[in-house]
């Protein structure tokens, strides 16, 4: 176990990382096209192809998702992976056709101080691409890349997180997150994450909770009124589910960011979280299922707190500062 999402089959991830930019793409492919939904709780989303994600609609598996930054400018990256799925001849059949099924959430990072001045076309096409084309199993990097790389938070440079866990039967789950939260994830001023009750291993520092609590460490600590941000991210399992199963996974998650962030669901966040299933292995009881519903709320949490743990400042002057900046 490597503590990521991809310790799931049949998972890949690719960044495409651009520090002069402070913006980013994170593909996620799946090896076979998987079950998957999703579910929109901020107040000012981003995305592309997520109504499609309730349950009530027709198409029930995805072939990828995309997670950027870039605000509106960014949805052109699930066309640039889109390309790289029909390249290969992936996608869902219409007739003679095949088109790739590429949901997509974006977050706001025009405003971190990188340069935004790309002329009359968005890299985000060709950076989406790249991406995909950057897609293995396995290991991949954490904090300032990909989607997370212009991440930040209301105090704390943001970034890309991951974490996973199995039940007692032996399923997987796993959640990836980009953390661009107008709210905060450590307590007060830090260095404690919201998210430490639920730490796994030292994963974010092992530091746990502070050891008492003042008014002010629940004073609301956000980036501005005038800001929109947007927590991005997916859980996935192993498990074989419905799409309305895999669906409620997704409002689970939700829980773990609500746990990770305060405040989080803003009428300017556009907090968006998918939810896939590979279907590798049969769950073999009700319990396994309540269990994965547990558990997507702890790997979010925790994911939320590697991104920001692992996070490193943007290189232009006058960037927010990083955890590892100001607490080593």
């Known amino acids: 176990m490597l503590n990521l999402i991809t310790d799931i089959a049949g998972i890949s991830i690719g960044h495409a ?15 076979k096209p998987a079950t998957a939904s999703g579910t929109v709780l901020g107040g000012a989303p981003g995305g592309r192809d997520t109504a499609l994600l309730d349950p009530s609609m027709m198409v029930e598996q995805v072939d990828a998702f995309v997670l950027s930054g870039g605000s509106a400018f960014g949805l052109d990256a699930a066309g640039g992976v889109q390309a790289g799925l029909r390249a290969d001849g992936r996608g869902f059949e219409v007739g003679n056709v095949r088109v790739p099924i590429v949901p997509q959430a974006i977050l706001m990072d025009l405003l971190n101080g990188g340069n935004k001045d790309w002329g009359l076309q968005s890299p985000y096409r060709d950076m989406g691409y790249d991406a995909y084309k950057a ?80 008014e002010s460490d629940y004073a609301m600590r956000i980036k501005g009124l005038n800001l929109t941000s947007t927590t991005i991210g997916l859980v996935a399992t192993n498990a074989q589910l419905t799409k309305a199963q895999t669906h409620r996974l997704s409002i689970m998650a939700h829980d773990g960011l609500a746990r990770a962030i305060l405040p989080a669901h803003l009428p300017a966040d556009g907090d968006t979280v998918f939810s896939a299933a590979t279907g590798e292995k049969q769950m073999a009881s009700a319990g396994d299922y309540f269990e994965l519903c547990h558990l997507a709320t702890l790997v979010m949490a925790r994911a939320v707190a590697r991104g920001v743990h692992a996070a490193t400042a943007l290189p232009q002057a006058g960037t927010q500062p990083a955890w590892r900046d100001r607490f080593g």
């Open 135 to 214: 897609a293995r199993s396995g290991s991949f990097d954490l904090g300032t890349v990909g989607a997370g790389t212009g991440a930040t938070t209301g105090t704390l440079k943001g970034g890309l997180g991951s974490a996973s866990a199995t039940t007692k039967s032996g399923l997987t789950i796993g959640a990836i997150v980009a953390v661009n939260a107008l709210g905060s994830a450590v307590v007060g001023e830090g260095p404690h994450f919201w998210a430490a009750p639920f730490e796994s291993e030292q994963e974010f520092g092992g530091l746990g909770l502070p050891a008492s609590f003042s």
């Open 17 to 31: 990382t651009d520090l002069e930019l402070g913006s980013g793409v994170t593909a996620i492919v799946f090896d």
